[in-house]
């Protein structure tokens, strides 16, 4: 089955303590992007990565970290998480970015998180 | 840069009543446009797209038409059923150098009574 996985999906942690997300398709997907959703404010990019090796910062980077060290990954990592990182993180693929704006995205479960 | 405004919520109707939300975007060039939904504890799930001006994206009886001259792209249904309670963004998706962004509305909650 063509998905997009996560895990966890909850999570509950500390201020400062280091955590990852993990994020993994198996469409041999070249795009895959990492959002945010907070109430009121729909989703915002956090950062994308358009092949592998190749990351970019979105709307709201600031307090996280990617890497693509493989097409099919593409993991989120929370150095020092803080309170106002508490949200719900979605991770989002499609087949390629350039030339080609009406490709689907498929969205992950989600991952929602709450830093104490 | 680009934006999607889509009508407050939350939306309240009752089962077979006709449903309307409204979505206006700021882009530069041709963007695509998409609606997702969003079911209770769930990922989002495309439910319809248009990719050039006066398409129609349809899907499960949801319809919606991109409109170049009003910068909108509108979802309506005719007759809502409570399996259709959600929440519904209206998003947008530029080429070039936006490397594939999707820019999302604030959403609109969508309950659906019998």
């Known amino acids: 089955e063509a998905q997009v996985t996560q895990n966890p999906r909850y999570l509950i942690t500390v201020t400062g303590k280091k955590l990852t997300v993990t994020c993994s398709q198996n469409m041999n997907h070249e795009y895959m992007s990492w959002y945010r959703q907070d109430p009121g404010l729909g989703l915002r990019q956090i950062y994308y990565s358009m092949n592998v090796e190749v990351t970019d910062k979105g709307d709201v980077p600031e307090g996280y970290k990617v890497s693509r060290k493989e097409k099919r990954n593409f993991p989120l990592i929370l150095e020092s998480p803080s309170p106002n990182q508490t949200s719900l993180y979605f991770c989002?693929?499609?087949?390629?970015?350039?030339?080609?704006?009406?490709?689907?995205?498929?969205f992950g479960p989600g991952t929602r998180l709450t830093v104490l | 840069g680009d934006s999607v405004t889509q009508m407050e919520g939350p939306v309240t109707l009752s089962e077979e009543a006709f449903l309307t939300i409204n979505c206006t975007y700021t882009?530069?060039?041709?963007?695509?446009l998409f609606w997702y939904v969003q079911y209770p504890g769930e990922g989002l799930q495309l439910l319809l797209k248009?990719?050039?001006?006066?398409d129609k994206g349809s899907n499960k009886g949801f319809e919606a038409t991109y409109r170049k001259e009003t910068t909108s792209f509108h979802l309506e249904k005719g007759s809502v059923q409570v399996s259709d309670s959600a929440v519904y963004f209206c998003a947008l998706r530029a080429g070039g150098t936006s490397y594939g962004k999707l820019t999302f509305g604030q959403g609109t909650i969508l309950t659906v009574h019998p």
């Open positions: 989002a693929s499609s087949l390629e970015a350039i030339r080609t704006a009406h490709n689907e995205q498929f």
């Open positions: 248009a990719t050039k001006a006066d």
């Open positions: 882009a530069t060039g041709y963007p695509s």
